[in-house]
T-cell receptor
């Protein structure tokens, strides 16, 4: 079964608003990564956060990690219609690349 | 950035035939590649870990005789769906990790949509 659970399953917002997605996991991890997937396409890596880090930024993306709660959040600020996609978190327990993916959040940004 | 090429992007085949999907790392060497299966509106399910020069490691519940994986070189892994049936219809995605770098990032192919009639 998938380790990661994400919420919400679907999120619909207006362009310019912020979008927050959450991911929870069950076992200890080495790192957690967020990916984006456009419909019918492969995944694009967005950001990686290691277990000893609490927050990372990349452009309009902000990721937090709370290992005590086994949860992470992805914040997309000033959203654009082009941000419409599915977003997945993935946890890596061994640092060997064998990641377990969450269920994903489908984000729709309306122009 | 690193590029992973997956081919074909879409295949339609008759029940009982075999289908081969290729995953190539174009500008880096990948000792390990991963194969996933994804159903509509669902997450990626890891099927197997493909190791260069050795046998693949399959996840629980994945039939190794059904999904043949070959990782003959540092840049190529193939997944062959043997004797495909309609229930094998799915989106298959590969990923690879750059062995020469320090990044833990996975680079993904663009996926293959398999439809078995």
């Amino acid at each position: 079964s998938q380790q990661g659970e994400e919420d919400p399953q679907a999120l619909s917002i207006q362009e310019g608003e912020n979008a927050t997605m959450n991911c929870s996991y069950k076992t200890s991890i080495n790192n957690l990564q967020w990916y984006r997937q456009n419909s019918g396409r492969g995944l694009v890596h967005l950001i990686l956060i290691r277990s000893n880090e609490r927050e990372k930024h990349s452009g309009r993306l902000r990721v937090t990690l709370d290992t005590s709660k086994k949860s992470s959040s992805l914040l997309i600020t000033a959203s654009r219609a082009a941000d419409t996609a599915s977003y997945f978190c993935a946890t890596d327990k061994t640092n060997a690349g064998k990641s377990t993916f969450g269920d994903g959040t489908t984000l729709t940004v309306k122009p | 950035g690193a590029v992973v090429s997956q081919h074909p992007s879409r295949v339609i085949c008759k029940s009982g035939t075999s289908v081969k999907i290729e995953c190539r790392s174009l500008d880096f060497q990948a000792t390990t590649m991963f194969w996933y299966r994804q159903f509509p509106k669902q997450s990626l399910m890891l099927m197997a870990t493909s190791n260069e020069g050795s046998k693949a490691t399959y996840e629980q519940g994945v039939e190794k005789d059904k999904f043949l994986i070959n990782h003959a070189s540092l840049t190529l892994s193939t997944l062959t769906v043997t004797s495909a049936h309609p229930e094998d219809s799915s989106f298959y995605i590969c990923s690879a990790r750059d062995r020469t770098g320090t990044t833990e990032k996975l680079f993904f192919g663009s996926g293959t949509q398999l439809s078995v009639l």
